[in-house]
Structure formats: structure tokens, C-alpha cells
């Protein structure tokens, strides 16, 4: 899902969740559900494109996700829970950053034999995050995430 779609939902949690902790425990968890429904973000089809474009495309999509949902949601719910929410809904993305910036490229899938004890602790959060992963096409893909989103809307307003 893009960090659009996992702040959105994260600020819906908020906004019905009073305690910080409770609310980020389940903004973490929604992000699991979510990314095993078929969507399509700026990862899909990463080994395709020059690793700063997907780079550069990954950090403005979250900080227009963050500020964006910020700004539907800063009167509705604490700061602090909203804040922590978002974050931790999109944290397990940022677990396999690593793995993207520092070692992964086109043609490298895994780490090789002799690969450092950081390569395969950063590859392993990769691999876990990724279980929870289905991927589908641009545009089907958003349109997945639109229909999420508005479900979470209905359920949790």
C-alpha cells in the first residue's frame, strides 16, 4: 500500500482509539492487513527504474502521505495519538529500507554466500515484511486502496 493509503487508515484508528499505545499497536497491525490485499505502490516493479527514482518517488509519497492525513485528521483525534498511529503504520516499510538502499539492486535477489551479518539481518526484515505483500497492477492497484480505505472510513466512523 502506499503511505497514503497506511496514514489514512492509521488517522481513522486514531481518531476512535484514545490511548497512544493501543492506537499504535493497531496502526501497526493494520499495516500487515492492508499490504496483503492486492495493491500497487511505488516498490512494485523497484528493479525496472534507477534505484533513486523509486527512492526519491518513496519519500515525497510519504511525506505528502503523513502531511496529508495530518491535515484531515489533526482536529479529531490527540496529537500524540495520531502522530504515533501514522508512524507506526508505516514502520514496517521503513524496516526494509536497508535492505533497498544499502544492498539490493536489479539483479541481486539475496545476499551472496559471504554477505556481512548486517546484509542478511537487513535482507530478513525484508523477507518478513514482504510475506504479508500481494501486489497487483497500476491501476487496479489504487483502486484497491481507495476501496480500503473507504471501507476503514465506514467501519470506524
Known amino acids: 500500500m502506499t503511505t497514503t493509503a497506511h496514514t489514512l487508515v492509521a488517522g481513522l484508528i486514531a481518531t476512535e482509539v484514545a490511548n ?3 492506537a499504535a499497536l493497531l ?6 492487513v492492508l499490504d496483503s490485499i492486492p495493491h500497487w505502490d511505488f516498490g512494485t ?4 527504474r534507477p534505484k533513486w527514482n523509486t527512492g526519491m518517488l518513496a519519500i515525497s ?4 502521505g503523513v502531511l496529508f492525513s495530518y491535515s484531515i485528521f ?3 483525534a490527540p496529537t500524540v495519538t495520531l502522530v504515533v498511529t501514522m ?3 508505516i514502520l514496517p516499510d ?5 535492505w533497498y538502499i544499502f544492498f539490493a539492486h536489479a539483479k541481486k535477489n539475496a545476499p551472496g554466500v559471504h554477505a556481512s551479518f548486517q546484509e542478511r539481518f537487513f535482507f530478513r526484515l525484508y ?12 491501476p487496479f492497484g489504487i483502486i484497491t486502496q481507495i476501496a480500503v480505505v473507504a471501507f476503514f472510513f465506514l467501519l470506524l466512523r
Not at 61 to 64: A, K, R
Not at 94 to 98: D, L
Open 74 to 76: 489533526y482536529q479529531q
Open 127 to 138: 523477507k518478513t515484511q514482504n510475506i504479508f505483500h500481494t501486489k497487483t497492477t497500476f
Open 94 to 98: 521503513w524496516f526494509e529500507a536497508p
Open 87 to 89: 508512524l507506526a503504520s
Open 27 to 32: 496502526g501497526f497491525v493494520s499495516h500487515f
Open 45 to 48: 516493479n523497484w528493479r525496472r
Open 20 to 22: 497512544p499505545a493501543h
Open 61 to 64: 509519497e510519504t511525506i505528502f
